[in-house]
């Protein structure tokens, strides 16, 4: 089973006054959409902040793209797909739902909604009781089958920037307590620090993604029987390359990271799955 999992694109509404901005955002965002579903896969993921403020202009815009391809897609929400408009609003224009799991023989896929609503002073993440209590029920029925999780938000003090103010699911949260409760193998994406890293902590991996602005690169995952494969799939597409710096350079809400790269250890690693029950 192959997926192919996105970081944070930003589809981003514009200044059209501005010289070559409108061409920059349709040559950057159609080339860049069209790589990640050019990659034959069971399922093309986004781990959110698909759009860089959540506008209905934006959604609309971005799903345009994507719904031309007629793939199987997956958006777990981020706080930039949530600042201008209600949660509802947003899942009614997307199609997507808030959270929710699929099981297959190979594995147990977990989507969850860390983003708070409408709050753009504070774009850290949260998991309500609810959603929380749902997803240990999904952990204790998993079994030792292998479970990846693909949310906007990183665990608390897991991957890098994860430990700081507003750089993961709060930390009052206790993930840990359900995470903890995992038999065998547990692999959790994320995106949200706009930086690669990945970080192997008790019986979990997490796999944290950077902005496809600042780095333009996929991951694909890769399962079978004995291992999960993780590695990065660099795009150098020359529209790509050359329209991203007229893009954040002009951007409201996004600041680029020009320290986005991590070592190669932070792009890619294999999970076994032989004898990974705890």
């Not at 808030?98 to 594995?107: K, L, N, P, Q």
């Not at 989507?111 to 609810?130: I, P, S």
């Not at 206790?174 to 409760?181: A, I, K």
């Not at 996929?218 to 795009?235: A, G, S």
Request: hydrophobic share 35%.
């Amino acid at each position: 089973m192959r997926l192919v999992v996105m970081g944070d694109l930003h589809y981003s509404a514009i200044d059209e006054t501005i010289p070559g901005l409108y061409e920059a955002r349709a040559d950057f965002f159609e080339a860049f959409i069209r790589e990640f579903f050019s990659i034959q896969a069971d399922a093309h993921i986004s781990l959110g902040d698909l759009t860089n403020y959540g506008a209905t202009l934006e959604l609309e815009g971005v799903y345009n793209i994507i719904r031309k391809y007629d793939k199987p897609f997956y958006h777990a929400l981020g706080n930039h797909d949530l600042y201008a408009q209600p949660r509802k609003n947003v899942l009614e224009i997307t199609g997507q739902a808030r959270y929710h799991s699929i099981t297959t023989e190979h594995a147990v896929f977990v989507f969850l909604d860390t983003a708070k609503e409408m709050d753009y002073e504070d774009w850290g993440g949260w998991v309500d009781d609810e959603q929380l209590q749902w997803l240990k029920s999904i952990v204790q029925a998993s079994g030792t089958k292998p479970m990846l999780v693909f949310a906007h938000h990183p665990v608390y003090n897991t991957t890098t920037r994860s430990d700081r103010e507003k750089g993961s699911i709060h930390q009052d949260i206790d993930m840990w307590s359900v995470l903890s409760e995992k038999e065998g193998v547990g692999i959790y994406f994320n995106g949200h620090t706009h930086v690669e890293s990945i970080i192997e902590q008790e019986n979990w991996t997490f796999v944290q993604l950077p902005a496809c602005l600042d780095l333009h690169t996929l991951r694909m995952v890769e399962i079978d029987e004995k291992e999960i494969r993780i590695t990065p799939v660099d795009i150098t597409n020359e529209k790509i390359v050359g329209c991203a710096p007229t893009l954040y350079n002009n951007m409201k809400h996004f600041t680029h990271n020009p320290e986005a790269r991590g070592k190669e250890s932070d792009r890619s690693c294999t999970v076994s799955l032989v004898a990974s029950v705890k």
